[in-house]
Nanobody, 122 residues
Framework: QVQLVESGGGLVQDGGSLRLSCAAS????????MGWFRQAPGKEREFVAA??????STSYTDSVKGRFTISSAKNTVSLQMNSLKSEDTAVYYC?????????????????WGQGTQVTVSS
């Protein structure tokens, strides 16, 4: 069973930066594609970014392209967030799925972290 633990959330001013990290354990990391999702109050959980199991391919939702960067190491996946906006405020979740390719669909992911709060103040 894969366990995911997010860290790095917090409060940042409009235009600032944060780096989220997700530590994975309990599985063979190289066989899992990873993703980041976020959920704001009153809204559905939405896709943010994903990376293939070998780190060779990435995908981003349009609203974060050019501002966010997803990356992975042996047992971690990170999300570098720059030029943050108030609309980025949400709980951010790390997710994993047993598979090699990137996937944007929420229900394709098998494992989820507990979430970390990101708040952007204007």
């Amino acid at each position: 069973q894969v366990q995911l633990v997010e860290s790095g959330g917090g409060l940042v001013q409009d235009g600032g930066s944060l780096r989220l990290s997700c530590a994975a354990s309990g599985g063979t990391f190289s066989r899992y594609a990873m993703g980041w999702f976020r959920q704001a109050p009153g809204k559905e959980r939405e896709f943010v970014a994903a990376i293939s199991a070998n780190g060779g391919s990435t995908s981003y939702t349009d609203s974060v392209k050019g501002r966010f960067t997803i990356s992975s190491a042996k047992n971690t996946v990170s999300l570098q967030m720059n030029s943050l906006k108030s609309e980025d405020t949400a709980v951010y979740y790390c997710a994993a799925r047993y598979g090699l390719g990137v996937t944007t669909a929420r229900n394709s992911y098998n494992y989820w972290g507990q979430g970390t709060q990101v708040t952007v103040s204007s």
